[in-house]
């Protein structure tokens, strides 16, 4: 599985930003999809993820409320829409994938067998 992330940019306080993140194969369906980030200086950190099913979905405790991700199995392709954006949301952004991962195991970067190269996203007081 290859993963293409985009949808980075710089935003204002307050604003929305939805990124990407593309997978080739056929078998999309089967991986779980998350989303971590890393801001400069610090360690890279769970946002978001959705089971393989697409019946489970986890949040940070920091983006719950404000950011929401969606897959579509059909474009292959998970999103992950962001709103109320803050300062401190401003990060590299990573869209991860796996294929045999377990429920509780998705907010462990060390569990995730593909990931994106990572988009940017600069959100300015």
């Known amino acids: 599985v290859q993963l293409q992330a985009s949808g980075g940019g710089l935003v204002q306080a307050g604003d929305s930003l939805r990124l990407s993140c593309a997978a080739s194969?056929?078998?999309?369906?089967?991986?779980?999809m998350s989303w971590f980030r890393q801001a400069s200086g610090k360690a890279r950190e769970f946002v978001a993820g959705i089971f393989r099913s697409g019946s489970t979905i986890r949040y940070s405790d920091s983006v719950k409320g404000r950011f929401t991700i969606v897959r579509d199995n059909v474009k292959n392709t998970v999103y992950l829409q962001m709103d109320s954006l803050k300062p401190e949301d401003t990060a590299v952004y990573y869209c991860?994938?796996?294929?045999?991962?377990?429920?509780?195991?998705?907010?462990?970067?060390?569990?995730?067998?593909?990931w994106g190269q990572g988009t940017l996203v600069t959100v300015s007081s």
């Open positions: 194969g056929r078998t999309f369906s089967t991986h779980t």
């Open positions: 991860a994938a796996d294929r045999g991962l377990i429920l509780s195991s998705m907010m462990d970067q060390g569990q995730y067998d593909y």
